[in-house]
Structures are given as structure tokens and as C-alpha cells.
Nanobody
Framework: QVQLVESGGGLVQAGGSLRLSCAASGRTFSNYCIGWFRQAPGKGREFVAA????????RYADSAKGRFTISRDNAKDTVYLQMNNLKPEDTAVYYC?????????????????WGQGTQVTVSS
């Protein structure tokens, strides 16, 4: 059973940075993709970025390109989301999710294991 635990959220001023972590356990993740999604109050879950564990191929939402970087540490079974130049509209609960597939998906329904989420709040 895949377990995902997010950490690293918090309150930051606009223009600041945060690094989110997603610690994964329960499987060998070589055939998985790990994605980050976010959900703001009153809105649906939105794709942010994803990485294919084997090979490290990445994909980003347009809103994340140039500001966010997804990476993984194989030795620690951890995926990171470095977020720079944060904006108030980035405020949301951020979730990491696992998809047992080597093709990166951007739709949340493709991911079948989810963490509990971590709150990111960006003040103006």
C-alpha cells in the first residue's frame, strides 16, 4: 500500500519561496509518476507538476512553469516541489499523489494514492 506524507507548507509573503516534500513508502516507485495538485477554497483540484520516478521526466502546469521545480531523491523516496516567486493565487492545500504509470498524467482521477495535504498561504 502506497503511503504519501506531505510537509513544508506554511505562510509566506508574495515573492517568497517554499519547498514542499512528499515522502513516499510502501512500494518500489520505479514504475510510478508522482504528481502535485492543489485545491483552493471553492475550487476543484488543479494539476501543478509531476515527475516520472524512473528517468525524471517532468511536466508542469502553465501556472507553475518558470516558478516551480519538481524533483526527486531516490535514496530518500521523496519528491520535492520548490516554489519560488509565490503569488497570492498560489494559496491552496497542496497534495501529492501517486500514479502507477510511466506516462505522466495531469488529471487527478488517474492518481490512486493521495497524501493528506499541506496548506500553503501566500499573503499580499
Amino acid at each position: 500500500q502506497v503511503q504519501l506524507v506531505e510537509s513544508g507548507g506554511g505562510l509566506v509573503q508574495a515573492g517568497g519561496s517554499l519547498r514542499l516534500s512528499c515522502a513516499a513508502s510502501g512500494r518500489t516507485f520505479s514504475n510510478y509518476c508522482i504528481g502535485w495538485f492543489r485545491q483552493a477554497p471553492g475550487k476543484g483540484r488543479e494539476f501543478v507538476a509531476a515527475i516520472r520516478w524512473s528517468g525524471g521526466t517532468t511536466r508542469y502546469a502553465d501556472s507553475a512553469k518558470g516558478r516551480f521545480t519538481i524533483s526527486r531523491d531516490n535514496a530518500k523516496d521523496t519528491v520535492y516541489l520548490q516554489m519560488n516567486n509565490l503569488k497570492p493565487e498560489d494559496t491552496a492545500v497542496y497534495y501529492c499523489a501517486a500514479d502507477r504509470n510511466v506516462i505522466i498524467a495531469t488529471t487527478s482521477s488517474r492518481y490512486d494514492s493521495w497524501g493528506q495535504g499541506t496548506q500553503v498561504t501566500v499573503s499580499s
